[in-house]
């Protein structure tokens, strides 16, 4: 499989080869489930070792059980938890065995990717309450707040044990949103599968539409016409471009910086209406297939000329938050995340990289036309909340160059190219989304249809760092910190 | 700090003049809801049906297509896949109805019974649910209050507690887990008290109806007063939308056709 190194590792191997991959530096991204056939549950394991080197996957056949690696590598936490929710397979020794993705009072049926389950629908009842530590000062209170929450909002439960003003600790509770969007992919054909991906994170369709296809591709051992692949470069960084301004429209709201948020947004929408003058979708969407584009897109000679126009509105806007004394003593030192945890927690994206780790999928993994392009990375050691707004303000910058220089470059040709893979085929890929590594695995049954689609989803890693900044910080800063992490709920909760 | 006060007047107004004067909705070049041309439908050709995700088009009694613009999830597929022109793409996005079964093609279009909301007409309040949407919706309903769209000038605003809310702003499919916490809101707003349905998951169920986790947007969950189709309805047809209700524009949606 292109871009993977596949391994048979037994259930015991599985330590001692993270072990070794760690120590050189190497890092665990996720482990996932599927059924290779009725009956036979197989874990997949993937895991980066060096820039440009191929991802590694260890296949691994478990018995009733599995040791779990979260004491080892974190991060492997919640994707442990949610096999053990989705499929029924428990993990020995884990540290937090609770519900993840079922919330508790789901009763205990068919785990709904078993083959004994068929669509059952998993209604909660009775108490519903997660796990939360045993609270034994009487002096501490405690302030659960959603999953209904003020303003527009995407639905979470937060809950805060809190004195006076200070967070002593802090829980969230995610998953009211979870669709069962893996789910959702199973029997279809592979190129059917685009319109789910790019609705499983509405901010991040090219992302997720662009990871999806790249798997199937490599199923198919397809490659995608150059004007493709570049085209396709162009939708990627205009997502990065819109969702990065509205983050930081949304950010000065919340240091109450109101010109600074209205004006956040104004471009915003006006990155949107590029985008629909280029799409004809506000969200750049029924555009991308297995094997290239659905049809051409003709960007020249107006988009160049309406991003530069762009360009200046934008380097004036963060020149001004720059320089606003307010705006700036709310985020610096606030909700810092250290390098260590953020490697540790799997933080990803500009989060992780405003943590002082140097990472981006489109430099140290290229896909699409990247391999061709000079990525300019820019990184940060603080941490802070200043760090990340730091990081998003520079790769809007760097996004924008990125763009004029694929226009340059734009080649011509057909864009699209045959990508059916065979029966029994799968593949990885992979993107950096606006919010950081996204990656599909996907699986082809004996009749070429979806077996099995997972989706590593960028706001999943990043929601589990994210209450490490929060416990013994201040209330007062709660909504900054959260504005500056840019989480989504529907990528997370999927 | 009195720069951010310079720069927003030198900025000037930034708001469009849309609906009241003008035609700059910033929807210029959107695709929306695909137009059905019978005359040009060849018989015993399925492809636009095969193609739809979510059966929005489907074979009809009579050996036709039958289409529910409330199960469109605007992905353009029938658009492609149609051999004729039966299934063109088009710009219609102001989906907003009062009855679902204006959404579906050949309805015969009765008149609508107003709604009294003369109370309402310049100070409504919202309260938004997101009951599993894929924040496509919630991205389109923040830029509501952006200065292109301000939907304040119309008089409309979203409140952070259902006591003080008018209207019920569902977005997502209903997801299980969200199926209580979505009745609660209900039951905590006041009368009079109204539903819209934002986006084809809150209409339908949209693209991930049904399964383990999701229901079938809010049919059967709460009684809806208003449903906009769209995958997401763009802030100008959630803005048109809300005027219909208001009875302040014409429902421009009969028998799932769009009139001028």
């Not at chain 1, 490659?223 to 949304?250: D, K, S, T």
């Not at chain 2, 907003?96 to 079964?101: K, L, M, S």
């Not at chain 2, 383990?212 to 809010?218: I, N, S």
């Amino acid at each position: 499989m292109r871009g993977t190194l596949l391994a048979d590792v037994g259930p015991h191997e599985v330590r001692p080869a993270l072990e070794r991959l760690l120590a050189a530096g190497g890092r665990a991204q996720m482990v996932y489930a599927w059924y290779p056939e009725p009956g036979r549950i197989e874990l997949r394991y993937l895991a980066s070792a060096a820039a440009r080197e191929n991802f590694r996957v260890w296949r691994c056949t478990p018995g009733t059980e599995m040791p779990s690696l979260a004491d080892l590598a974190p991060l492997l936490g919640w994707y442990e938890r949610e096999i053990t929710d989705l499929f029924g397979l428990p993990f020995r020794g884990h540290p937090e065995p609770h519900r993840l993705v079922l919330h508790e009072g789901i009763p205990p049926a068919p785990p709904p990717f078993s083959p004994e389950a068929h669509g059952e629908a998993l209604v909660p009842t009775g108490s519903r309450r997660h796990r939360v530590p045993t609270l034994e000062s009487a002096e501490v209170q405690e302030l659960p707040f959603g999953p209904v929450r003020a303003d527009v909002f995407e639905s979470a439960e937060f809950l805060f044990f809190y004195l006076g003003e200070r967070i002593i600790h802090y829980q969230p509770s995610l998953f009211f949103k979870h669709r069962g969007m893996e789910k959702r992919f199973e029997g279809r054909a592979p190129a059917a599968g685009v319109v789910l991906a790019e609705r499983v994170s509405g901010v991040g369709s090219v992302s997720h539409a662009l990871a999806y296809c790249q798997a199937v591709e490599i199923a198919a051992n397809c490659i995608v016409p150059p004007r493709a692949a570049a085209l396709r470069v162009l939708l990627a960084e205009l997502e990065r471009l819109y969702n990065h301004l509205h983050y930081l429209g949304h950010l000065a709201g919340t240091t109450t910086l109101k010109v600074g948020e209205a004006e956040g947004k104004l471009l915003e929408e006006r990155a949107k209406q590029i985008n629909t003058r280029l799409t004809g979708s506000r969200f750049l969407r029924s555009l991308l297939v297995p094997g290239g584009l659905r049809r051409d897109l003709d960007p020249k000679p107006w988009l160049g000329t309406a991003l530069e126009a762009l360009r200046e509105e934008i380097a004036a806007y963060t020149g001004l938050l720059e320089r606003s004394e307010s705006y700036l003593d709310r985020l610096m030192g606030t909700g810092i995340l250290e390098r260590e945890v953020a490697f540790d927690q799997g933080a990803t994206g500009p989060i992780d990289r405003a943590s002082g780790v140097d990472r981006d999928l489109r430099r140290d993994h290229p896909y699409a036309a990247y391999g061709t392009l000079e990525i300019d990375v820019p990184v940060e050691q603080a941490g802070d909340a200043e760090a990340r707004a730091k990081v998003r303000v520079a790769e809007i910058g760097a996004s924008l160059a990125l763009m004029q220089r694929m226009l340059l470059l734009l080649p011509d040709g057909p864009v699209t190219a045959p990508a059916v893979p065979p029966p029994g085929s799968e593949g990885l890929g992979w993107a950096e989304s606006p919010r950081g590594t996204l990656f599909y695995a996907v699986h082809i049954d004996r009749e070429g249809r979806l077996a099995r689609v997972k989706i590593k989803s960028p706001s999943f890693s990043n929601w589990r760092a994210f209450p490490v900044t929060v416990h013994d910080t201040n209330m007062m800063d709660y909504a900054i910190n959260e504005a500056s992490f840019g989480l989504t709920i529907a990528g997370s909760d999927r | 700090m009195a720069f951010w006060t310079f720069f927003g007047l030198a900025q000037g107004k930034a708001t469009t003049t849309w609906p009241t004067r003008g035609t700059n909705n910033g929807q210029k070049g959107l695709l929306g809801m695909p137009r059905f041309d019978a005359a040009l439908c060849v018989p015993d050709c399925r492809a636009c049906a095969d193609a739809c995700p979510t059966a929005a088009i489907a074979e009809g009694a009579d050996g036709g297509i039958s289409v529910d613009y409330g199960r469109c999830v605007v992905c353009q597929l029938c658009t492609e896949a149609c051999p004729t022109d039966a299934m063109q793409p088009s710009s219609d996005w102001a989906f907003g109805v009062r009855r679902r079964e204006d959404l579906v093609l050949g309805t015969e279009p009765t008149p609508t019974p107003r709604l009294k909301t003369a109370a309402f007409r310049r100070s409504l309040h919202i309260r938004h649910v997101d009951a599993g949407s894929c924040n496509g919706c919630e991205s389109e309903l923040r830029a509501l209050n952006n200065p292109f769209y301000n939907l304040h000038r119309l008089g409309i605003f979203f409140t952070a507690s259902p006591r003080f809310a008018d209207i019920l702003l569902v977005t997502g499919p209903v997801t299980h887990a969200m199926l209580e916490p979505l009745r609660a809101t209900y039951d905590a707003m006041p009368e009079p008290r109204w539903v819209m349905a934002v986006g084809t998951c809150a209409v339908s169920g949209g693209i991930a109806e049904g399964g383990y986790a999701c229901g079938h947007g809010l049919e059967g969950v709460l009684p809806v007063d208003l449903y906009l189709p769209g995958c997401p309805p763009n802030p100008a047809a959630i803005i048109e939308a809300l005027l219909v209700f208001l009875n302040r524009s014409p429902q421009r949606v009969q028998g799932g056709r769009i009139g001028e």
